[in-house]
Each structure stands twice: as structure tokens, then as C-alpha cells.
């Protein structure tokens, strides 16, 4: 099963928040995120547990304990639920095509690749701040959302494209953690066109991008969307099923 989408996207940038039991992770989730938001910024978060996230006592449960594969609720609120865990960069890809987020929090998720505050001693080398959360002032959290501001990254595709000026995606991003340079961006961060096979994300190169780009949005534009209400493109989504067998 292949699934193509075509959107306009943005610069969604990832930061995780880590650090050892009873530190104030949460605490300084919630301080991030607010002022992130009281800033104009679209916030998401995501929270790893090692335990499951207990439903039991609602209908959806009952659905998930009936034997559904998948439980999905919706109304005022709409979330999703599933046996197994999701690889965090699967998870990260749903949400940047649900919603055009410009941050994403993360709560855990202490081996990530991605730009990581400690709430204790932790430290590796995608570390850019310790804090003490129980001691931390309004102006000191301002600070910290500024220094996530400069040296956040999105998702990295390690294509190497050598678009933000650098040799490597690797050089790229050990520049953002040092904060050697805060404008450089990566051109492959929020890329405009995602291509799942049978769940797996697979990195296209900038030809192979925007060919399929253009040849999607050329053929949509022939056809008469305004009749169904579809007129902006914002998102365009192309599932090809794939049922012949393969010897």
C-alpha cells in the first residue's frame, strides 16, 4: 500500500524534555508549552511511558478489550488508541500531517536525536541545558524558550542534500545543538511531500520531490474539486492499494 501526500508545510521543530524520576519533567513541559503558545505558536507534545495509558473503565476500552485493532473516539476531542508502541518518528510524521504544529515537546524519549533540555544530571551530546525546574524564574524560562527556539531542529531525513550549507545532515546538526549559527535552517525538515510504504516513511531526494510535487498537484488542478468543496490544497492525500501478487 503506498499513501503520497502532497501539503503545504512548515518548520516544525522538536525538543524533548528529559531527565531522571520526580525532576519536574511534566512541570517544565507545561512551562514550555504555555509560553510557546502565549508566544503565537502552535504546540504539540508527545509522552513516553513505559506503562500503558489506562482507558479501561471507558467504552473504548471495552471496544479495544472486545478485540478491536484499533480504537478510535471522536466528537468534542478525537484521539486514537492501539495495541504496540509507535517508532517516535512515525508518530511525529501523523501529527505534522494532522496539523501544521511549529513546536512539538516531548516528555521522555531520552535516546532521541533531537534537542533535549535536562530537568537532572543528564546530559549527552544533544543536550543544551540542565535547569533546575523548582528553583526557575519567569525570566529564566523565557531564556530557555528562546535557547529551544534557536536551537531546535525538526525531523532529519539524512539525505545529505548539503542545502543548508553544510557537508552533512550530521554537521548541520551538531551546529544547531553548539548554536554556532542560530538562522541556518534544514531545507529537508518539513518536507512538502511524504511518501509511506506500507507504513514505513521513505526520504525522497529534492528531484524526485518535486517531480512528484508538480505531477500530483497538476493533475488535481484539472479536475473539477470546487464542485466537492476542495479548493485550497492545503493537504492532498493519494492512497494506491497495490493487491497483484507478487512471485
Same mark, same amino acid.
Given at each position: 500500500?503506498?499513501?503520497?501526500?502532497?501539503?503545504?508545510?512548515?518548520?516544525?521543530?522538536?525538543?524533548?524534555?528529559?531527565?531522571?524520576?520526580?525532576?519536574?519533567?511534566?512541570?517544565?513541559?507545561?512551562?514550555?508549552?504555555?509560553?510557546?503558545?502565549?508566544?503565537?505558536?502552535?504546540?504539540?507534545?508527545?509522552?513516553?511511558?513505559?506503562?500503558?495509558?489506562?482507558?479501561?473503565?471507558?467504552?473504548?476500552?471495552?471496544?479495544?478489550?472486545?478485540?478491536?485493532?484499533?480504537?478510535?473516539?471522536?466528537?468534542?476531542?478525537?484521539?486514537?488508541?492501539?495495541?504496540?508502541?509507535?517508532?517516535?518518528?512515525?508518530?511525529?510524521?501523523?501529527?505534522?500531517?494532522?496539523?501544521?504544529?511549529?513546536?512539538?515537546?516531548?516528555?521522555?524519549?531520552?535516546?532521541?536525536?533531537?534537542?533535549?533540555?535536562?530537568?537532572?544530571?543528564?546530559?549527552?551530546?544533544?543536550?543544551?541545558?540542565?535547569?533546575? &525546574?523548582? =528553583?526557575?524564574?519567569?525570566?529564566?524560562? /523565557? *531564556? #530557555?524558550?528562546?535557547?529551544?527556539?534557536?536551537? $531546535?531542529?525538526?525531523?532529519?531525513?539524512?539525505?545529505?542534500?548539503?542545502?543548508?550549507?553544510?557537508?552533512?545532515?550530521?554537521?548541520?546538526?551538531?551546529?544547531?545543538?553548539?548554536?554556532?549559527?542560530?538562522?541556518?535552517?534544514?531545507?529537508?525538515?518539513?518536507?512538502?511531500?511524504?511518501?509511506?510504504?506500507?507504513?514505513?516513511?521513505?526520504?525522497?531526494?529534492?528531484?524526485?520531490?518535486?517531480? &512528484?510535487? =508538480?505531477?500530483?498537484?497538476?493533475?488535481? /488542478? *484539472? #479536475?473539477?474539486?470546487?464542485?466537492?468543496?476542495? $479548493?485550497?490544497?492545503?493537504?492532498?492525500?493519494?492512497?494506491?492499494?497495490?493487491?497483484?501478487?507478487?512471485?
Amino acid at each position: 500500500m503506498f499513501k503520497i501526500i502532497v501539503f503545504k508545510g512548515v518548520n516544525m521543530k522538536i525538543i524533548a524534555v528529559v531527565g531522571t524520576k520526580n525532576t519536574g519533567k511534566t512541570t517544565l513541559v507545561t512551562k514550555i508549552v504555555r509560553e510557546l503558545v502565549e508566544r503565537g505558536f502552535e504546540v504539540g507534545t508527545i509522552k513516553y511511558s513505559h506503562h500503558s495509558f489506562d482507558m479501561s473503565n471507558r467504552d473504548t476500552g471495552k471496544h479495544k478489550k472486545a478485540g478491536a485493532a484499533i480504537v478510535a473516539g471522536t466528537g468534542k476531542e478525537t484521539f486514537f488508541t492501539m495495541d504496540g508502541g509507535m517508532e517516535l518518528e512515525n508518530v511525529l510524521s501523523m501529527m505534522e500531517f494532522i496539523k501544521n504544529l511549529d513546536f512539538v515537546v516531548l516528555e521522555g524519549f531520552k535516546t532521541s536525536k533531537y534537542a533535549k533540555i535536562s530537568t537532572s544530571d543528564f546530559n549527552d551530546e544533544f543536550t543544551i541545558a540542565n535547569v533546575n &525546574v523548582f =528553583e526557575m524564574e519567569s525570566n529564566e524560562l /523565557k *531564556s #530557555l524558550v528562546d535557547l529551544i527556539s534557536e536551537r $531546535s531542529f525538526g525531523m532529519i531525513k539524512y539525505l545529505n542534500c548539503k542545502k543548508c550549507g553544510f557537508d552533512s545532515c550530521n554537521d548541520f546538526v551538531n551546529q544547531k545543538i553548539k548554536g554556532s549559527d542560530g538562522r541556518i535552517i534544514c531545507k529537508s525538515e518539513s518536507d512538502e511531500v511524504l511518501l509511506k510504504i506500507d507504513g514505513q516513511m521513505i526520504p525522497l531526494n529534492p528531484f524526485v520531490r518535486s517531480f &512528484v510535487k =508538480e505531477t500530483i498537484l497538476g493533475m488535481v /488542478k *484539472s #479536475l473539477k474539486t470546487d464542485e466537492f468543496g476542495a $479548493s485550497d490544497f492545503e493537504k492532498i492525500e493519494l492512497l494506491i492499494r497495490d493487491d497483484h501478487e507478487r512471485y
